[in-house]
Nanobody, 124 residues
Framework: QVQLVESGGGLVPAGGSLRLSCAAS????????RGWFRQAPGKEREFVAAISWGGGRTNYAASVKGRFTISRDNAKNTVYLQMNSLKPEDTAVYYC?????????????????WGQGTQVTVSS
């Protein structure tokens, strides 16, 4: 069984930064790619970023490229999302997930295990 727990969300002003963490339990954490998604009220869950199992390949949504950075520390079973230059439209619940396919893609159906989410609110 795999459990994912996100943390690090909060309320920040526009232009500010936050660093989200996703801690995983389970023996095979390092064997899977990981992704971050977000969901704003009344909207579909959308892809934010993904990282390969070894950390050498990353993928970003166009809306966050250049502002967000995904990374991982397999020794700590943790994936991070550094978010800079935050905008009010980044406000959402952020989820991390395990990529069962390993492609690091944007399709929500590639991901099987999900965390409970952490709220990020960016004030204007």
């Amino acid at each position: 069984q795999v459990q994912l727990v996100e943390s690090g969300g909060g309320l920040v002003p526009a232009g500010g930064s936050l660093r989200l963490s996703c801690a995983a339990s389970g023996r095979t954490f390092s064997s899977y790619a990981r992704g971050w998604f977000r969901q704003a009220p009344g909207k579909e869950r959308e892809f934010v970023a993904a990282i390969s199992w070894g950390g050498g390949r990353t993928n970003y949504a166009a809306s966050v490229k250049g502002r967000f950075t995904i990374s991982r520390d397999n020794a700590k079973n943790t994936v991070y999302l550094q978010m800079n230059s935050l905008k009010p439209e980044d406000t959402a619940v952020y989820y991390c997930a395990r990529d069962r396919v390993g492609a690091g893609g944007a399709d929500v159906y590639e991901y099987d295990y999900w965390g409970q989410g952490t709220q990020v609110t960016v004030s204007s």
